[in-house]
T-cell receptor, first 116, second 111 residues
Framework: GAGVSQSPSNKVTEKGKDVELRCDPI?????LYWYRQSLGQGLEFLIY????????KSGLPSDRFSAERTGGSVSTLTIQRTQQEDSAVYLC??????????????FGSGTRLTVV | GQQLNQSPQSMFIQEGEDVSMNCTSS?????WLWYKQEPGEGPVLLIA?????ELTSNGRLTAQFGITRKDSFLNISASIPSDVGIYFC???????????FGSGTQLTVLP
Protein backbone atom coordinates (compact mmCIF):
# COMPACT_ATOMS: atom_id res chain seq x y z
CA GLY A 1 0.00 0.00 0.00
CA ALA A 2 0.87 3.65 -0.07
CA GLY A 3 1.63 3.88 3.62
CA VAL A 4 2.20 1.80 6.72
CA SER A 5 -1.05 0.26 7.84
CA GLN A 6 -1.72 -0.83 11.42
CA SER A 7 -4.67 -2.70 12.83
CA PRO A 8 -6.66 -2.45 14.92
CA SER A 9 -6.52 1.30 15.46
CA ASN A 10 -7.91 0.87 18.97
CA LYS A 11 -7.98 -2.14 21.26
CA VAL A 12 -9.44 -2.46 24.73
CA THR A 13 -8.60 -5.67 26.53
CA GLU A 14 -8.95 -7.12 29.98
CA LYS A 15 -5.90 -7.57 32.16
CA GLY A 16 -4.42 -11.02 31.66
CA LYS A 17 -5.63 -11.49 28.08
CA ASP A 18 -3.32 -11.82 25.07
CA VAL A 19 -3.42 -9.31 22.22
CA GLU A 20 -2.05 -9.25 18.69
CA LEU A 21 -1.23 -6.05 16.85
CA ARG A 22 -0.65 -6.07 13.11
CA CYS A 23 1.55 -3.97 10.85
CA ASP A 24 1.61 -3.89 7.03
CA PRO A 25 4.74 -2.01 5.94
CA ILE A 26 5.27 -0.13 2.70
CA UNK A 27 5.89 -2.54 -0.15
CA UNK A 28 9.62 -2.89 -0.79
CA UNK A 29 10.70 -1.62 2.62
CA UNK A 30 13.03 -4.21 4.11
CA UNK A 31 13.32 -2.68 7.57
CA LEU A 32 10.44 -2.74 10.06
CA TYR A 33 10.34 -1.33 13.59
CA TRP A 34 7.98 -1.43 16.54
CA TYR A 35 7.92 1.40 19.06
CA ARG A 36 5.76 2.07 22.11
CA GLN A 37 4.56 5.54 23.09
CA SER A 38 3.12 5.99 26.55
CA LEU A 39 0.97 9.02 27.34
CA GLY A 40 3.02 12.20 27.07
CA GLN A 41 6.23 10.29 26.46
CA GLY A 42 8.65 9.82 23.64
CA LEU A 43 8.95 6.70 21.58
CA GLU A 44 10.44 3.61 23.17
CA PHE A 45 12.10 1.15 20.80
CA LEU A 46 10.83 -2.44 21.02
CA ILE A 47 12.08 -4.55 18.11
CA TYR A 48 13.64 -4.21 14.65
CA UNK A 49 13.50 -6.51 11.62
CA UNK A 50 15.85 -6.17 8.63
CA UNK A 51 15.30 -8.48 5.69
CA UNK A 52 16.03 -12.10 6.58
CA UNK A 53 18.41 -11.24 9.44
CA UNK A 54 17.68 -12.19 13.02
CA UNK A 55 15.57 -9.44 14.62
CA UNK A 56 17.00 -7.04 17.17
CA LYS A 57 14.80 -7.72 20.20
CA SER A 58 16.83 -5.64 22.63
CA GLY A 59 13.97 -3.23 23.37
CA LEU A 60 11.32 -5.75 24.35
CA PRO A 61 10.43 -4.98 27.99
CA SER A 62 9.64 -8.54 29.08
CA ASP A 63 9.19 -12.06 27.79
CA ARG A 64 5.46 -11.38 27.51
CA PHE A 65 6.28 -9.40 24.36
CA SER A 66 7.16 -11.08 21.07
CA ALA A 67 6.98 -10.21 17.39
CA GLU A 68 7.11 -12.01 14.07
CA ARG A 69 7.57 -10.87 10.53
CA THR A 70 6.31 -13.32 7.95
CA GLY A 71 7.67 -13.39 4.42
CA GLY A 72 9.61 -10.20 4.99
CA SER A 73 6.40 -8.20 4.98
CA VAL A 74 3.58 -8.22 7.54
CA SER A 75 4.53 -8.15 11.21
CA THR A 76 2.57 -9.10 14.31
CA LEU A 77 3.39 -7.88 17.81
CA THR A 78 1.98 -10.15 20.51
CA ILE A 79 1.59 -9.22 24.15
CA GLN A 80 0.72 -12.10 26.44
CA ARG A 81 -1.02 -11.77 29.80
CA THR A 82 -1.47 -8.03 29.36
CA GLN A 83 -0.92 -5.73 32.32
CA GLN A 84 -2.24 -2.20 32.87
CA GLU A 85 1.24 -0.76 32.32
CA ASP A 86 1.11 -2.14 28.78
CA SER A 87 -1.47 0.53 27.93
CA ALA A 88 0.12 2.75 25.27
CA VAL A 89 0.13 3.53 21.57
CA TYR A 90 2.10 0.94 19.64
CA LEU A 91 3.66 2.39 16.51
CA CYS A 92 5.07 0.48 13.57
CA UNK A 93 7.46 2.02 11.04
CA UNK A 94 9.22 0.81 7.93
CA UNK A 95 12.12 2.07 5.85
CA UNK A 96 14.36 1.14 2.94
CA UNK A 97 17.28 -1.07 3.88
CA UNK A 98 20.19 1.18 2.92
CA UNK A 99 22.09 3.11 5.56
CA UNK A 100 20.89 6.71 5.32
CA UNK A 101 17.42 5.97 4.03
CA UNK A 102 17.06 3.55 6.91
CA UNK A 103 16.56 6.54 9.18
CA UNK A 104 13.75 8.02 7.13
CA UNK A 105 11.07 5.99 8.84
CA UNK A 106 7.46 6.03 7.66
CA PHE A 107 5.22 5.44 10.64
CA GLY A 108 1.76 3.99 10.76
CA SER A 109 -0.98 5.71 12.76
CA GLY A 110 -0.53 3.28 15.62
CA THR A 111 -2.69 0.98 17.70
CA ARG A 112 -3.96 2.49 20.95
CA LEU A 113 -4.02 -0.33 23.50
CA THR A 114 -5.97 0.07 26.72
CA VAL A 115 -5.76 -2.64 29.36
CA VAL A 116 -8.58 -2.50 31.89
CA GLY B 1 21.71 3.72 26.67
CA GLN B 2 21.83 6.97 24.78
CA GLN B 3 19.31 9.60 25.81
CA LEU B 4 18.08 12.71 24.07
CA ASN B 5 16.87 15.64 26.16
CA GLN B 6 14.45 18.02 24.52
CA SER B 7 13.48 21.47 25.68
CA PRO B 8 11.15 23.01 26.29
CA GLN B 9 8.59 20.29 27.04
CA SER B 10 5.77 22.53 25.84
CA MET B 11 5.37 25.91 24.19
CA PHE B 12 2.44 28.26 23.67
CA ILE B 13 3.03 30.89 21.00
CA GLN B 14 0.99 33.39 19.06
CA GLU B 15 0.35 32.79 15.38
CA GLY B 16 3.05 34.53 13.35
CA GLU B 17 5.76 34.20 15.97
CA ASP B 18 8.99 32.33 15.46
CA VAL B 19 9.79 29.38 17.69
CA SER B 20 12.96 27.54 18.57
CA MET B 21 13.44 24.19 20.30
CA ASN B 22 16.50 22.12 20.97
CA CYS B 23 17.76 18.67 21.70
CA THR B 24 20.89 17.62 23.54
CA SER B 25 22.68 14.37 24.16
CA SER B 26 25.43 13.23 26.48
CA UNK B 27 26.97 11.25 23.61
CA UNK B 28 27.84 12.03 20.03
CA UNK B 29 25.31 11.47 17.29
CA UNK B 30 26.29 11.22 13.63
CA UNK B 31 22.77 11.84 12.38
CA TRP B 32 20.04 14.04 13.74
CA LEU B 33 16.42 13.89 12.64
CA TRP B 34 13.39 15.96 13.48
CA TYR B 35 9.89 14.48 13.37
CA LYS B 36 6.45 16.00 13.91
CA GLN B 37 3.50 14.08 15.33
CA GLU B 38 -0.08 15.27 15.03
CA PRO B 39 -2.89 13.85 17.20
CA GLY B 40 -3.86 10.30 16.27
CA GLU B 41 -1.04 9.94 13.79
CA GLY B 42 2.47 8.57 13.72
CA PRO B 43 5.47 10.90 13.56
CA VAL B 44 6.42 12.31 10.16
CA LEU B 45 10.00 13.11 9.19
CA LEU B 46 10.63 16.85 8.75
CA ILE B 47 14.37 17.26 8.38
CA ALA B 48 17.42 14.98 8.43
CA UNK B 49 20.93 16.22 9.25
CA UNK B 50 24.04 14.17 8.48
CA UNK B 51 27.02 16.46 9.06
CA UNK B 52 28.27 18.49 12.03
CA UNK B 53 27.54 22.17 11.50
CA GLU B 54 25.00 21.43 8.77
CA LEU B 55 22.08 23.82 8.47
CA THR B 56 19.08 22.56 6.51
CA SER B 57 15.78 24.23 5.67
CA ASN B 58 12.42 22.82 4.69
CA GLY B 59 10.06 25.71 3.99
CA ARG B 60 9.59 27.64 7.23
CA LEU B 61 11.56 25.04 9.18
CA THR B 62 15.30 25.23 9.73
CA ALA B 63 17.37 22.73 11.65
CA GLN B 64 21.03 22.72 12.59
CA PHE B 65 23.40 19.92 13.52
CA GLY B 66 25.49 21.26 16.41
CA ILE B 67 29.24 21.46 15.91
CA THR B 68 29.90 19.28 18.96
CA ARG B 69 27.57 16.63 17.47
CA LYS B 70 25.80 16.51 20.83
CA ASP B 71 22.97 18.90 20.03
CA SER B 72 20.54 20.07 17.39
CA PHE B 73 18.11 22.95 17.01
CA LEU B 74 14.83 23.30 15.15
CA ASN B 75 13.43 26.72 14.29
CA ILE B 76 9.99 27.44 12.87
CA SER B 77 9.41 30.89 11.42
CA ALA B 78 6.08 32.72 11.15
CA SER B 79 4.11 29.98 12.90
CA ILE B 80 0.66 29.02 11.65
CA PRO B 81 -2.11 26.96 13.30
CA SER B 82 -1.18 23.78 11.43
CA ASP B 83 2.23 23.81 13.12
CA VAL B 84 0.52 22.45 16.23
CA GLY B 85 1.85 19.06 17.26
CA ILE B 86 4.64 17.30 19.08
CA TYR B 87 8.14 17.73 17.70
CA PHE B 88 10.65 14.96 18.34
CA CYS B 89 14.36 14.87 17.77
CA UNK B 90 15.88 11.47 17.03
CA UNK B 91 19.17 9.85 16.25
CA UNK B 92 20.53 6.38 15.59
CA UNK B 93 21.57 4.43 18.67
CA UNK B 94 25.22 3.49 18.31
CA UNK B 95 25.79 0.69 15.85
CA UNK B 96 22.14 -0.29 15.85
CA UNK B 97 19.79 0.79 13.13
CA UNK B 98 16.96 1.89 15.35
CA UNK B 99 16.40 5.49 16.35
CA UNK B 100 16.41 6.90 19.86
CA PHE B 101 13.75 9.58 20.27
CA GLY B 102 13.61 12.55 22.59
CA SER B 103 10.59 13.08 24.83
CA GLY B 104 9.18 15.72 22.51
CA THR B 105 8.19 19.39 22.55
CA GLN B 106 4.44 20.02 22.47
CA LEU B 107 3.73 23.14 20.40
CA THR B 108 0.47 25.07 20.63
CA VAL B 109 -0.18 28.00 18.30
CA LEU B 110 -2.73 30.50 19.55
CA PRO B 111 -4.78 32.51 17.02
Amino acid sequence: GAGVSQSPSNKVTEKGKDVELRCDPISGHTALYWYRQSLGQGLEFLIYFQGNSAPDKSGLPSDRFSAERTGGSVSTLTIQRTQQEDSAVYLCASSLGNRRANYGYTFGSGTRLTVV
Amino acid sequence: GQQLNQSPQSMFIQEGEDVSMNCTSSSIFNTWLWYKQEPGEGPVLLIALYKAGELTSNGRLTAQFGITRKDSFLNISASIPSDVGIYFCAGPSGSARQLTFGSGTQLTVLP
